[in-house]
């Protein structure tokens, strides 16, 4: 039998995030927040981005006081020192909430685990702080789903390597200070062999970042061009050439998806109260709610969630026991990315073609074309971080123990 309770140490916990939250959190931003997340980049909420920034800063701060933005890293690297499970449980009352969460970016935990002490004093309190963005080069114009074939090359010059080569579809790229990369710096050695993390300022001589434009009109994807770019060697993480493996940590950080199943109940009870309401009933078109093709969607759609949250759960067990989840965070990544796509596809369907309008501003459109942008937005979701066809060998290979083919 499974217990899903809090043990008497942790139901205390849970209420004092609760309390932090309710004295704390501006009611502004948590009605802002339910247009947040993982709308291509863009945000349609009533606050103003300026407003918003603004806001942002000061809720930014009170969590930063009390060591929560990485809880679970040591005080040193401006942590909390906290357990993992407390970690969970403050995250999940967070999004329950509908509190942004502020929180590092996975590659200071990888930086955590593999790299030098001299990385860490280097990087680790600026991740903390948010004075430091980042942005990741993986993919190549030839190598995306198959990652360990990438070309982008880095040649050893005395304490130096010397980089040339193009990545693809680096979110954030024309913002960021940093970048974390893969790059083959032994061709002659097996592929997930001669490969090394590392880490390079974005003001280094030689490369060009190229803004793309998504579907849903944000440019956050960008192409970054390396032309005899210099990376000092002691700048990888890890062993060089044993970049694959430091590359496959980060991955798992990136995931786990602990809480996202609370993301997708809200979502779904926003879709729910909006279809049951009469403001769907928009410019005389006949609800959908008595639709039977859409009670049967939506009914899926909380089964879904409901499994999502006890992967979430899954895993938060394997970290608590100090396992990286490994398969476990593919299953959660394959089937939360899909359900990504299955909500959204319910919610055009289920508000009507009205939900494809995308003037937030206009009175025909509804929920300020939260819909319509959510569901551009989530094509993506089965291809970053891993495709859907990767994740499946790695739960096949990992996970099931099944032969390669």
């Known amino acids: 039998m499974v217990d899903f ?22 009611r502004e931003l948590q009605d802002d927040q339910k247009f947040a997340g993982s709308l291509g980049g863009m945000h349609r909420g009533p606050l103003g981005n300026k407003q918003r920034v603004e806001i942002m800063k000061d809720w930014r701060k009170e969590i930063l006081d009390r060591g929560w933005i990485a809880p679970a890293w040591p005080k040193e690297y401006g942590g909390a020192d906290m357990g993992v499970m407390d970690q969970f449980i403050m995250k999940e009352v967070f999004n329950e909430n509908r509190a942004p969460t502020i929180s590092v970016h996975d590659v200071g935990s990888t930086i955590l685990v593999h790299g030098s002490e001299e990385l860490k004093k280097q990087h680790l309190n600026d991740l903390v702080n948010g004075d430091v963005a980042w942005c990741q080069g993986y993919s190549e114009p ?41 790059v083959r710096t032994d061709p002659e050695a097996p592929k997930h062999r001669g490969i090394t993390y590392l880490l390079l300022s974005m003001e280094t001589p030689g490369l060009t970042v190229r803004p793309m434009e998504q579907i849903t009109g944000a440019t956050s994807f960008n192409e970054v061009f390396f032309e005899d770019v210099r990376v000092p060697v002691s700048n990888a993480v890890g062993e060089v050439n044993r970049g694959w493996y430091v590359g496959a940590t980060h991955l798992d950080f990136e995931r786990s998806s602990i809480g996202s199943a609370v993301g997708f109940q809200h979502r779904f009870d926003d879709l729910l109260d909006f279809i049951k309401s009469e403001s769907s009933e928009v410019n005389g078109r006949t609800n959908l709610k008595r639709s039977e093709v859409t009670r049967q969607r939506l009914a899926q759609c909380q089964i879904d969630i409901a499994v999502a949250r006890n992967f979430s759960y899954r895993i938060i067990t394997l970290q608590d026991k100090g396992i990286i989840a490994n398969y476990e965070s593919s299953v959660q990544k394959l089937f939360s990315s899909e359900l990504h796509q299955r909500l959204a596809n319910t919610g055009l369907h289920g508000i009507g073609l009205h939900a494809m309008l995308y003037d937030e501003d206009d009175v025909r459109t509804p929920e300020r074309a939260r819909w319509g942008t959510y569901y551009l937005a989530t094509v993506s979701e089965t291809i970053g971080a891993g ?19």
């Open 142 to 182: 030839g190598s995306g789903s198959d990652l360990a074939s990438v070309q982008t090359r880095g040649v050893r010059d005395g304490d130096d390597f010397v980089i040339n080569g193009q990545k693809i579809w680096t979110s954030g790229a024309k913002y960021a200070d940093w970048m974390f990369a893969l």
């Open 387 to 405: 495709t859907s066809e990767i994740q499946r060998n790695i739960i096949a290979t990992r996970g099931l123990s099944l032969p390669r083919g």
């Open 5 to 26: 309770g809090d043990t008497p140490e942790q139901a205390e916990w849970r209420n004092v995030v609760q309390a932090f939250i309710d004295d704390k959190l501006p």
